[in-house]
């Protein structure tokens, strides 16, 4: 294949795969986030026999069943575009990634879409303890589904746990608990789960909100924003303290797109962070910034040292910081060290066999840099993983601040004369959505142009397909994700308007 060609096939990948993963993480969240509300909602109905809290928990219930619904439609879709589109990686990988994917097919996704059924039909029908299990192991499902779901996520970001066999030409498994406990692996699933359950406080707050502008169902209206806004301020903070620790994690894993992240090109000690700035191409970031900030978030020392963009890239010997060339040497020396064991074990020579071996597992970590002939193809888009990320964390301090004084207010009993709070709730859905995709282009466009860290790049993941196939998958996915999603809020949006099944409007 054509040098322009493969190019045109790893974009035009990269952009249906983009597609799908933030068409899915439209769903997701609202479904994670729901699953703990309303579980907290059915309990307080069981706690306190008023029938009060069983409309609202079955208001919101049918909300979640929508959103779940279609939410497993777009992420089947995703799943089989690692056979169909990136095939080189899924051989590659499979050995690992696959075990994950597995056990949240077979147990978390067994486990959800078992008792959901329960949970959404079994009013009346069984009794009222198992009901409300039913309705907690939902909830639990959903985010043993999202656990895995992440580990393989994250695995991709930091390989832990593998070896690379010659035999074979994959990766394989040599410690479960090192791939599932890596700090990536539990910084990446506490954070996003953690944002999941801020969107949806969100989304129940919002929708309350606007049944009190409306003047109808104030009180339901009230106590589901009582119930999500205590909830939602625990999120939020935790956001902000899992972000810390993922920070930090990112400092030590991927360099390059903590880098990408503050717009760094020139590293140093006691790096200040930039708090509002602009970024600039082949420049440092120029703003507003917090002295040392950076360098503590990743050294925890406010004098720390931290490589920019041109210290990875041309090394930095006085902090032992290879440049990216030699890691292309390096890398160079692992594929061709492979192809020559695999010459020799062919030929049944083990001593030359054994020596291949130990050259390629000397320089197997930088593996993946002999696919680049330019130093700057290893660098991720700046600007956009630049903007990505701070107008996330500007959106994340500002959370933590509304939800406060929602829930101060709730208390009081005066959120509910606030109109300009209450149309601002409306909005903070939109914006929780907004900072959610943000994340995730900063997490995956900030690591480019790996598909796994250091070892794959994205042009030696792809399937052998024609540019024009995925072209045309990508319009058609493009075209049925969002009609999913139009049929989705219109069927919200109806069953808002008609709001919940209450016996009295003082219910």
Known sequence: MSEHLLTALVDWSRAQFALTAMYHWIFVPLTLGLSFIIAFMHTLYVRSGEEKWKETTKFWMKLFAVNFAIGVATGIILEFEFGTNWSNYSWFVGDIFGAPLAIEGIFAFFMESTFVAVMLFGWGRVNKKFHLWSTWLTAIGTNLSAIWILVANAWMQDPAGTVFNPETARNEMVSFASVVLSETAVNKFLHTITQAYLLGSFFVIGVASWYILKNRHILFAK???????????????????????SAYNVAKKQPMKLAAMEGL???????????????????????????????FFATRDFNGYVPGINDLLYGDPDHDIPSTQDRMFSGKIAVDAFKNYKIAFDAGDTVAAAEYKQLLEDNYHNFGYAYFEDVEETVPPVALTFYSFHLMVMLGGYFIFIFAVILFLSLKDKFANKKLLLKLSVLNIFLAYLASQLGWIVAEVGRQPWTIQDILPVQAATSGLQASSVQITFFMFAAIFTALLIAELGIMFKMIKKGPNLNNEEA
């Open 223 to 245: 106590r589901s924003i009582l119930v999500a806004s205590v909830f939602g301020l625990f999120a939020s903070i935790m956001v902000a303290v899992t972000g810390d620790g």
């Open 265 to 295: 090109y020139n590293g140093g000690e006691n790096v200040g962070l930039i708090a509002i700035g602009i970024a600039k191409k082949g420049d440092d970031a120029v703003g507003i910034k917090l002295p040392g900030i950076l360098s």
